[in-house]
């Protein structure tokens, strides 16, 4: 089968991608940016890439005709705390349109468990956007789910921050929430397993594991598994904008997403029924298994996916991104400093594994206040890290900078910053023929402040800089 998978650079898309290719489907990514589809050369040999907008008006034959099904994996959750809603209805819309123009007879989306009679704002507009697709000109398969359970997944990655970070914990209310948490690996083989399945056509199923936890439960739950003591205190007087804060400090989500969070956690999430667990055979993981398994991944190394590395987590749009691809040269400040490497494929391997857990290779105590100093003023900080100690891919996160080059065979690793800084900054690191690591800082300051800001910062790059290269190059 031919299938378009939208939402393809997403959490949910990067896994169900090598599943659809080990199935021997032909696959067709829609994505923003093709530079920013996190995937090896080899996966990329293997696909076709649409480069696609979804907001934007409808333009004539963009995809292929002969497109049999299609996944609908987007949301605009976490790219607003107001009107992501909006945005919903007019993706969703355009998609009907483009669908319009091909052969698809089925569309699978993942929403979200609707079940309950006030619904957030989110889980609101999940349902508005299912009745939209269900207007189209296709078969719908709605495949409904609360929290999703694995490694790198956003509900997992707070409930671990929270976890490991707080031995004692002064929770807001929504903590006493029931819901239904099911495992990402459940997950992809619901999606997987309605692709071509007629008695999925036309229906809307929700999906759980066996296992309806508190936030709270769960949180004691993750504890268990990882030989945590964890102490949880409720207080009455939190509101969600200090829960909403509150997360975004002490975990790695963005304000945006936390805030939305907050507003869908004080819904109940529970599966209605268990049909199509019936229809496909599939016996759902426990809760505490699927953060086992997520622990497996992780020890590993083999993280797919994280929420981290997508559009959600960046302070820019991805056609703001898609402009500082190319570094200026005008207008702006420089520091370049070089030096000759001992081993250069060591150096390169340095480069390579930049960042996260393993630092910035010199006055990391420095990094992390600079970290530190942007979250307290509504950046990003550092605590995004890395998907992958050794891996990288153009568009992942990378502690307050984003990926836009990572070509291995050229030797050249470039990153733009995301931390708030009075302009815009790029960062590259490129090894040449004659195996010199070159290390360029460019700047390009918004006014008088931004100016200031990087006279200000020099000491530090001095011997910041300096002494990372060092490292780097040294054997």
């Known amino acids: 089968m031919k299938i378009l998978l939208t939402g393809a650079n997403g959490y949910i898309g990067m896994r169900v991608l090598p599943l659809l290719l080990d199935l021997g489907h032909d696959v067709v990514c829609a994505v923003r940016s093709a530079d920013r589809l996190s995937v090896d050369k080899e996966t990329k040999d293997k696909i076709e890439i649409v480069e696609v907008d979804l907001l934007d008006d409808v333009k004539p034959n963009l995809f292929p005709k002969d497109i049999d099904a299609a996944y609908y994996l987007i949301h605009s959750m976490t790219s607003s705390t107001s009107n992501f809603s909006s945005k919903?209805?007019?993706?969703?819309?355009?998609?009907?349109?483009?669908?319009?123009?091909?052969?698809?007879?089925?569309?699978?989306?993942l929403s979200g468990i609707v079940n309950e009679d006030h619904l957030s704002e989110h889980l609101e507009s999940r349902k508005n956007v299912e009745s939209i697709l269900y207007k189209g000109s296709y078969h719908l398969t709605v495949v409904r789910a609360g929290i999703i359970v694995g490694s790198g997944s956003a509900s997992f990655e707070i409930i671990r921050d929270l976890c490991e970070k707080l031995p004692l914990m002064v929770t807001p209310k929504w903590v006493n929430t029931k819901c239904q948490p099911i495992g990402i690996r459940d997950v992809l083989k619901f999606l997987t397993g309605v692709l071509g399945k007629e008695e999925t056509y036309n229906d809307s199923f929700d999906i759980g594991g066996p296992d309806i936890l508190s936030y709270k439960d769960m949180m004691k739950g993750y504890a268990k598994v990882r030989g945590l003591n964890l102490t949880i205190v409720n207080v009455p007087v939190m509101t969600p904008k200090l829960s909403s804060y509150w997360l975004y400090f002490v975990t790695s989500t963005s304000y945006k997403l936390a805030s939305n969070l907050v507003d869908s956690m004080k819904v109940n999430v529970i599966a209605k029924?268990?049909?199509?667990?019936?229809?496909?055979?599939?016996q759902p993981h426990t809760y505490e298994e699927a953060i086992e398994m997520a622990f497996v991944k992780i020890e590993q190394n083999q993280v797919i996916s994280s929420w981290k590395d997508s559009k959600?987590?960046?302070?820019?749009?991805?056609?703001?991104?898609?402009?500082?691809?190319?570094?200026?040269?005008?207008?702006?400040?420089?520091?370049?400093?070089?030096?000759?490497?001992d081993d250069p494929q060591k150096a390169l391997e340095k480069i390579w594994a930049i960042g996260g857990k393993n630092g910035w290779y010199y006055a990391n105590k420095l990094w992390k206040i600079r970290g530190y100093i942007d979250k307290l003023s509504g950046g990003v900080g550092l605590r995004r890290g890395r998907t992958n100690p050794d891996k990288i891919?153009?568009?992942?996160?990378?502690?307050?900078?984003?990926?836009?080059?990572?070509?291995?065979?050229?030797?050249?690793?470039?990153?733009?910053?995301?931390?708030?800084?009075?302009?815009?900054?790029?960062?590259?690191?490129?090894?040449?023929?004659n195996n010199v690591v070159h290390q360029n800082a460019t700047f390009r300051p918004r006014g008088l402040k931004g100016?200031?800001?990087?006279?200000?910062?020099?000491?530090?790059?001095?011997?910041?800089?300096?002494g990372m290269l060092t490292q780097i190059c040294k054997s």
């Open 88 to 109: 919903e209805q007019i993706t969703a819309n355009n998609f009907n349109a483009y669908m319009k123009e091909t052969n698809v007879k089925q569309v699978i989306f």
């Open 273 to 282: 029924d268990n049909r199509l667990q019936e229809i496909l055979g599939i």
């Open 312 to 341: 959600v987590s960046s302070r820019y749009s991805q056609k703001d991104l898609n402009k500082y691809i190319k570094v200026p040269k005008y207008g702006c400040l420089h520091d370049h400093q070089s030096m000759k490497a």
């Open 393 to 433: 891919n153009p568009g992942d996160s990378l502690d307050f900078w984003r990926v836009l080059m990572a070509d291995k065979e050229e030797r050249r690793l470039l990153l733009f910053a995301e931390m708030r800084v009075p302009g815009e900054a790029w960062l590259e690191f490129f090894i040449d023929e």
């Open 451 to 466: 100016r200031l800001y990087w006279y200000s910062m020099l000491p530090f790059h001095y011997f910041i800089f300096n």
